[in-house]
Structures are given as C-alpha cells and as structure tokens.
DNA sequence: GTAGTTTGTGAGCGATCGTTCAACTACAAG
DNA sequence: CTTGTAGTTGAACGATCGCTCACAAACTAC
C-alpha cells in the first residue's frame, strides 16, 4: 500500500555517480545532484538520509557496477591475461572518442578527497582490493599459461600494478597526452616481467 | 612610505599549503585560512586577490620549496641514483614517525581536484615534470655509474616512475598499509630493471 | 466512498561560503 | 605637527550550502 516510486534506483545511481566522479564530492552541490537525478531534495532524503548517504550509496553502486564490471571483462575472463591486463589500463583513457572528457575513478578521487567523506574509507578500501585481486587472479593465470615465469610473486606484483593504474588515473586528471599513457601502460607489462619482483630479491633491494 | 607588512610570505604560504594539502582546496574555507595563517580576510585579499590566488602561490611555493626541494635531495644530488629513487618513494610515507598523519602531495591531490580549481592546472603539469625529470636524472647517472643497462629508455621509464610514484600517494591515502607500500617501492626499483622498458621492446607489445 | 499509508513537492530554514569595504593604524616626507 | 600612503581590521554582504517539513498526491484495504 502506499503510492509507488516514480523513479528508479538504478538511475538516479548512475547520474549520481557521474556528478561525483567529475566533480568530487565536495564540488557536487545538493542542487546539482536534484538537477543530475531529477529528485527533489525531500525524495532524495528519503531515500539516502544525507548527501553522503547518497555518496556511499554511489561509491557503492561504483564498486558493484564499475570496477567489477571492467575487472571481471579485462582481468579474469579475458582469454590472453598479459593482454587484458594491457587493455585494462588503457580501457581507463581510451573512451573510445566519446563526447564527455573523462569521468575519473571514483576510487582514486575518493582516497585523495577522503579528509572531506571520512565514512567511505573502507568503501574506497573494498574497490581497490577488487581490482587488485583481479590483478593477481590474470598474473596466475598467466603463470598457468606460461606468459609469466613462475619466480614473479603475484601478490606483490598485483600491489604494484594496482599502484601504477592509480597513477595512470592521476596523470589522466592532470591533462597528461595519450603517447605518455600509453608508456605508462608499457610500464605494467615492464613491471611483471621484471627479476626482481620475487620476495628473495625485493629482501635483497631491502638492504640498500 | 606607509605602515610595514606584519606577515611573512613563507609562512603565511606555508601554513596555507600545509591546509590545502590535508583538505584540499573546497575543503579548506576562508575561515580556516584565516585562522591558519593568522591573517584577516582583508589582508588576505589584499596580498592575494581571491582564494584561488592564494591557492595558486601555495601551489607554487610547494612547486619551489617542496618539490624541488625533495627532487634535488633524493634524485639530483645523491650519491647513488638507485637508492636515491628508493629514499624519495619511501619518504613519501615514512615520515618518521611523526604526530601529524600525512599532509598528502598538492600536486597529486590538485590534479584529482582540478575540475574544481581549473586554473592551476599548469602548476600541476609543471610540478609532475620536475619529478619526472628527476627521475629521468637519477636514471642518466645511474647509467653513467653502470649500475643500469645502456638499454633501458630512460624518459619512458621516468614517465612510468612518475606514475608509480603517484599511485603510491593515492595509496597512502586511502590508508595503506606500510608493507604494501614498501612493495609499491620495490615496483620502482623492478621497473627499471625491467628488460622490456627499451623503446624497442615497447613496440613489439603495441603489437598485441 | 473513507481511512490509512507511502511517496513526491518545493518553499524556506539556519549556517556557512567567498568576498567587500569603510574605518582605523602605523609609517615616511615635508 | 600635518599630509599622504600602505597595511590591518572585522562587520557584514549576497549567494549558496546541506537539509527539514508541512502539505499534496497516489496508492491499498475495507
């Protein structure tokens, strides 16, 4: 009983989020969230308690939609694992010349913001951990494959390459041209090869 | 003639850069400017015209003094270049133990934020580039001294440990753990001990 | 129909935002 | 001393912020 609801969450998640990933959440007003939604602020209330009710709904719905949506598409259902790893990064600048600029990680934007939204901390922590995970399931199944040597240690490598995508997303915001992403991109598959990413080796660099 | 200037520049800049660093620039008000470097909003407008303004001579003076200041530390001036890009990875969160947390990097925060802040952005460029060229530095004169291969491209490999570098601060951020971190550094050291960082190298993956 | 319940609407609240400005103070020159 | 100038002060402006709430609308049960 009760009158039914006109809109739907999926949506109003989705132009959310999109306000949230270009602007951030400070630089997202409540009006251009009723704006971006089409809800006015007492729905908007209703449903979410507060802005950042909102927000962590959003980042929520980022975690589940996003991020495990391109981790599942490019690390662990693709075929050839080096190479979804490659298109995995460059998935995050090659829009495929669509019309809006670029949205931004809602993650990326989120830690560094994290002063302002103290309560989504771990939020931001679970989506990091997707793609980082998703990191070392391809890096296992390459070493499955024989793509990658046995000796590399996939938990490490994993961290760094999670670090590398998050610098690749930095630089994007910062204007940096595509010829230099690209050699970021480079720098993925540069470092799962390397020698010295095995625990014996990394201890050796220790005693420098 | 007329009455003397009862503030310092570097402080006042100092203390300003120190609150944009923690809360970024919407995050940090006019009130808590004030308070932070002791000056009332007429003078504040008198020196510096607008918070933007004042955001973009902090920007600068963190350019100048920070950057620069690091970069020369760990990059330029040291003895060994390859434990000096290990020191100036790891100085970004080993901050000796210190009260307060992590003031996070300008450069990495406003380049997130840069919707926001849309004039700076080339401060920001300016200041990524000082590191990069740090590190392209650090990598010339590692060469010289043999301590890594004549192959290794060493602006691309600048350009991915720029990256690294800030996905590192990203990380740290979002609070990650010390060892991982100390991981994300080995990354670097990986990196450009990685066989396929030569130009070379790079085009037989553009291949996949 | 009426009663009960859920959702939508939007005016408007108090607080805070970035900013301005007229009054005031401290200095140098004549 | 007076005059002119550069610097400081803080009250207060209009705009916007996140948010509330009384009311209207839409639905079910009876």
């Known amino acids: ?5 006109v809109w739907e969450q999926g949506e109003v998640l989705a132009s959310a989020m999109r306000l949230f990933r270009r602007r951030g959440y400070l630089g997202a007003s409540l009006r251009d ?21 909102l927000f962590s709904a959003a980042l929520d719905d980022y975690n589940e939609r996003v991020v495990e949506g391109r981790v599942r598409a490019h690390l ?13 990064f460059t998935s995050a600048f090659d829009t495929g010349g669509g019309p809006e600029p670029d949205p931004g990680c809602l993650l990326t934007n989120t830690a560094v913001e994290s002063f302002s939204v103290p309560h989504v901390a771990p939020g931001v922590r679970r989506g990091l951990e997707t793609i980082e995970s998703g990191f070392a399931d391809a890096l296992t199944r390459a070493q499955a494959q024989r793509l990658l040597p046995e000796e590399l240690d996939v938990e490490k490598s994993a961290a760094q390459l999670l670090a590398l995508y998050q610098g690749l997303l930095v630089l994007v915001r910062s204007g940096t041209d595509a010829a230099k992403l690209h050699t970021i991109t480079d720098g993925a598959l540069a470092l799962i090869r390397a020698r010295n990413a095995t625990a014996k080796q990394a201890d050796e660099e220790e005693q420098r």
């Open 1 to 5: 009983m009760g009158r039914k609801q």
């Open 33 to 53: 969230l009723e704006e971006a939604t089409g809800m006015h602020p007492g729905s908007l209330y209703r449903a979410f308690s507060s802005k950042e009710g």
């Open 76 to 88: 662990r259902d693709a075929e050839d694992p080096v190479a979804g790893i490659r298109s995995f």
